[in-house]
C-alpha cells in the first residue's frame, strides 16, 4: 500500500508561480512511475506530467516549457513546479502513482489540491 498526499495548491493571479507537493508514504519501495493529472470543472481528468523511475520526463503541450515535475530519489517526494500559470490552470491536481509488488501492478492517487489562477 502507498498512501499519496498533496500539499502547496492556491489561489494565484495570472503569471504567478505555485509548487505542488505529494509526500508518498508506505510501500515506496515498489513505485514505478510517478505523474501529476489534472481535473478542471466539468472536464475529464488528463496527464499533465509523468517521471519514470529513470527520471525521463513527458509532458502535456499546453505546460511545456512552464512546468517542471522531479521528484527526489527515494521517491517518496514529488513535486511540480508551475511557473506563468494561466487561468486555463485552474483545476484539481492530483497526485498519481504505479506501483509493482510480487508480480502485480497498483495504482494509487492522492486526494487532489486545488489551483485556481486568476485573470
Known amino acids: 500500500q502507498v498512501q499519496l498526499v498533496e500539499s502547496g495548491g492556491g489561489l494565484v493571479q495570472a503569471g504567478g508561480s505555485l509548487r505542488l507537493s505529494c509526500a508518498a508514504s508506505?510501500?515506496?519501495?515498489?513505485?514505478?512511475?510517478m505523474s501529476w493529472y489534472r481535473q478542471a470543472l466539468g472536464k475529464q481528468r488528463e496527464l499533465v506530467a509523468r517521471i519514470s523511475s529513470s527520471n525521463g520526463t513527458n509532458y502535456l503541450d499546453s505546460v511545456k516549457g512552464r512546468f517542471t515535475i522531479s521528484r527526489d530519489n527515494a521517491k517518496t517526494r514529488l513535486y511540480l513546479q508551475m511557473n506563468s500559470l494561466k487561468p486555463e490552470d485552474t483545476a484539481v491536481y492530483y497526485c498519481?502513482?504505479?506501483?509493482?509488488?510480487?508480480?502485480?501492478?497498483?495504482?494509487?492517487w492522492g486526494q487532489g489540491a486545488q489551483v485556481t489562477v486568476s485573470s
Open positions: 498519481y502513482c504505479n506501483a509493482y509488488d510480487r508480480g502485480w501492478s497498483f495504482e494509487y
Open positions: 508506505g510501500s515506496t519501495f515498489t513505485i514505478n512511475a
